[in-house]
Each structure stands twice: as C-alpha cells, then as structure tokens.
C-alpha cells in the first residue's frame, strides 16, 4: 500500500540549533516527493520537491531535503532554525501525471515548535 | 504568475444547512484541481479531484459533492450539512503535463453548529 510516514508529532527545537524531520514512504513506483509547510490557521507552501537526479535538494527559506532510495526516506533539513520556522510540515509522495495517478499520498505531519 | 483563491475565509453553519465553497485559480489553464479536508491531527484527506470541467472524482463517501463548472471554477457542496463536516478545507491546484506538484489555497474554517 502507497503511505507516507512521519514518526516525529511534535518537535522542539532551540533558536539557532538543527533540525532533521523524518519521512519515509512506501510507493510501488518512481516517487516524486515533496515537503510543505503550514502555519496556524494558513494553506500549505510547498517547500521543495524532489524528481530525479541529485538527491540533496534545496528549498525555500534555508530548508533541504536528502532522498535516499535505500531507505525510502526523504528527510527534511535546515542548519540553524529560526523562531519563524514554527510551524507544521507534511511531507508528501506522488507518482505522475494523469488521473488519480497525480494524486499525491500525505504524511500526518510534524508540529515544529522553536524555544527562543 | 498563478494564484488560487478560497472564499469564504471562515463560516459558521448550523446542522442541516446547506453548504457553498468556492475556488477559483488564476494565472493557468485546465488546471487539476483538488479539495481535501483537513481535521485536527488527521492530517489531509483527500476529498474530490477533477482533471477538466465537469469531471469530478470522489475519493471518499460522504456528505459533500463537488462541481467544476468552469475551467478554473472549483465548487465544494452540502446540502445538508452534519456535525462532522467541521474542518478546514483546502482547494488546491497542479498545471499540465510534466508538472507534479500542487498549490494550495488559503483554505475556509467550517463549523457545523
């Protein structure tokens, strides 16, 4: 079956540290992958996307992401989170164009929280 | 550039009313356009996607329906409204061929009272 997991519900993280939230996914085909973000009360911005080619790749707003195959993992990064950066992240696969194909599977989402 | 709007922002409806959302996108032509529901700590489910005017897919039995009157004219409807209608509902959007990814409107607060 086609899902996408994301083990983290809630992470908190300090001003300036790190920042690593999970996403693995099962899909029977080329994935094609993404991160949005959501705060209180908004739509989901999309974030980066990954498609092929380099599996490092670089989003909006610092943020990264790094596709690894072998682990069917698509984890989201940014070097030093700011307190704007609170907010919920959904990770998200898809698999092409054309009818429910071009659906895309969401993660339940991880709420970032940031301590000044 | 492409933009998608939501209206209303929020609405507050009593059980047994009917039920109006409307999305327009602008900016792209023959878009894909999807409605999901979003419940808290659900996560998004999926509602109904159309991939041209007057096609309509429905992902779950439910108590709501969709139309797409117009090319860039997506509409979610009740006519009765339930309790568990109440979420925030998010119309979103994806272009043609070779392009993956969707775009989401602001979205509308719906509670059911």
């Known amino acids: ?116 | 550039s492409q933009t998608i709007h939501q209206w209303p922002a929020t609405l507050v409806q009593p059980v047994g009313s009917p039920l109006s959302l409307e999305c327009t996108v602008e900016g792209t032509s023959n878009p894909n356009l999807y409605w999901y529901r979003q419940a808290a700590g659900r996560g998004l489910q999926l509602l109904f996607y159309s991939v041209g005017i007057g096609q309509i897919s429905s992902e779950v039995p439910q108590n709501l329906s969709a139309s797409r009157p117009q090319d860039r004219q997506f509409i979610l409807s009740s006519k009765k409204l339930l309790l568990s209608d109440s979420g925030f509902y998010l119309c979103a959007w994806r272009g043609g061929l070779g392009y993956y990814e969707q775009y989401f409107g602001p979205g509308t607060r719906l509670t059911v009272t």
Not at chain 1, 74 to 86: E, I
């Open chain 1, 1 to 116: 079956a086609q899902s996408v997991t994301q083990p983290d519900i809630h992470i908190t993280v300090s001003e300036g540290a790190s920042l690593e939230l999970r996403c693995n996914y099962s899909y029977g085909a080329t994935p094609y992958l993404f991160w949005y973000v959501q705060s209180p009360g908004q739509g989901l911005q999309l974030l980066l996307k990954y498609f092929s080619g380099d599996t490092l790749v670089q989003g909006i707003k610092g943020f990264e992401a790094e596709f690894k195959r072998s682990q069917s993992s698509f984890n989201l990064r940014k070097p030093s989170v700011h307190w704007s950066d609170a907010a919920e992240y959904f990770c998200a696969v898809g698999g092409g164009y054309g009818g429910s194909q071009g659906n895309l599977i969401f993660g339940k989402g991880t709420k970032l929280s940031v301590k000044p």
